[in-house]
């Protein structure tokens, strides 16, 4: 059934003012950008964005109709929509993502419901693989309003990815930089080489 990834859009973006996704990166948007990168390795890519949330750009649109619920509800809405088999799921405002962190990810999820990086203590669940098989219990912990994409882990099998498992392909793991803030937004301009842009 292949692999897919989702990229998810449909949050608000407080602290960036304004919609992340539709930021310059160059000469495309922080979502038209992880949807290209994410796309060298998989076959089929969705975006998942809020009911009415107007996403130009031609995408493979899933919409997640619990709104406000956060990542476990574009999950699920992710899941249900694909045809594949299991997804490298990531926010859209991660421009450094290298492709080969995907695959190293998709590779070490196999023979598990999840994979999910632990970095600094922290587990990087947006940044993770998950097979359709979590579906049943992402619905559920939805209907609890259990959101928290942690509680999902602790009821399946999770494969937990170390660092040292992940900088070979990516050193610095610059994959897992969000651009949350205006700050962080221009540090990954600087880093790319586009700051002037």
């Known amino acids: 059934m292949g692999e897919a990834a989702l990229v998810l859009c449909g949050g608000f973006s407080r602290r960036m003012g304004r919609d992340k996704w539709s930021l310059p990166f160059g000469p495309e948007t922080l979502l038209a950008r992880t949807v290209r990168i994410v796309g060298e390795v998989v076959d089929e890519v969705w975006v998942v964005a809020r009911e009415e949330q107007e996403v130009p750009g031609g995408f493979r649109i899933a919409r997640d109709s619990a709104e406000g619920l956060g990542p476990l509800a574009g999950l699920v809405a992710g899941l249900e929509a694909m045809r594949a088999e299991r997804a490298f799921l990531t926010s859209c405002d991660v421009p450094l993502l290298k492709p080969a962190f995907v695959r190293r990810m998709l590779d070490l999820s196999r023979g598990h419901a999840a994979a999910v990086p632990l970095v600094d203590g922290h587990h990087m669940t947006t940044a993770a693989v998950y097979s359709r098989d979590v579906l049943p219990v992402a619905r559920r912990l939805l209907r609890e309003l259990r959101l928290r994409p942690l ?8 494969r937990i990815v170390r660092e040292d498992e992940l900088r070979d392909v990516d050193p610095d793991l610059l ?6 803030t205006p700050e962080e937004y221009r540090a990954a ?3 790319a080489g586009l700051a002037g842009s």
């Open 189 to 191: 301009l600087a880093d």
């Open 151 to 158: 509680f999902l882990l602790e009821e399946v099998d999770a």
């Open 175 to 180: 994959s897992l930089r969000n651009c949350n």
